[in-house]
């Protein structure tokens, strides 16, 4: 995660989220939920930090499923 937060992080929660499960976007969604929780955000004119982790998590979820698609052949 990068923009959202004051330098970019791994987020190994999302990893381990994924980890020996089969991949489905409900569980990037999830995973990705969970990942971006108790991250420290910058803050940003005109948004909470609750609204800032939500538009992470979505932006994660996204990318994984696109990933997946992308490894795919899709």
Sequence with gaps: ??????????????????????????LFKQAAAQGVEGIKVKPAAGNTDEYTLHLASVVVGDALAEAWKMAAGK
């Design 1 to 26: 995660v990068g923009a959202g937060v004051p330098f970019p992080a791994r987020l190994t929660a999302v990893e381990e989220a994924l980890t020996g499960k089969p991949a489905s976007e409900a």
